[in-house]
């Protein structure tokens, strides 16, 4: 299973990006879907994640109303969509997948991508 993401870059506060996660090695639309982020000198965190079937969506609070998750099974693609972009969102990006199938969260074990880095300048 690989996940490469894509679609970091440099950006100022208020500003928005895309960023999109393709998988390959399995079958996509069987699996949940995660974003999660580390800044500098802190821990991995949750940012959203995206169920099997897009039936829900959940986003830490520190996101919610700014970022928007989806999917494309069609195209094994899943976006986050970042709006409204604050400093504090500097960070490397990564999406990240459950290893069982037919779940609504993501939770180990799982699969990881490479990371994309999002930097907000003020």
């Known amino acids: 299973v690989q996940l490469q993401a894509s679609g970091g870059g440099l950006v100022q506060a208020g500003g928005f990006l895309r960023l999109s996660c393709a998988a390959s090695g399995r079958t996509f639309s069987r699996y949940a879907m995660g974003w999660f982020r580390q800044a500098p000198g802190k821990e991995r965190e949750f940012v959203a994640r995206i169920s099997w079937n897009s039936g829900s969506t959940y986003y830490a609070d520190a996101v919610k109303g700014r970022f928007t998750i989806s999917r494309d099974n069609a195209k094994n693609t899943v976006y986050l969509q970042m709006n409204s972009l604050k400093p504090e969102d500097t960070a490397i990006y990564y999406c990240?997948?459950?290893?069982?199938?037919?779940?609504?969260?993501?939770?180990?074990?799982?699969?990881w991508g490479q990371g994309t880095q999002v930097t907000v300048s003020s």
């Open positions: 990240a997948s459950p290893e069982n199938p037919y779940t609504e969260r993501v939770a180990n074990p799982m699969y």
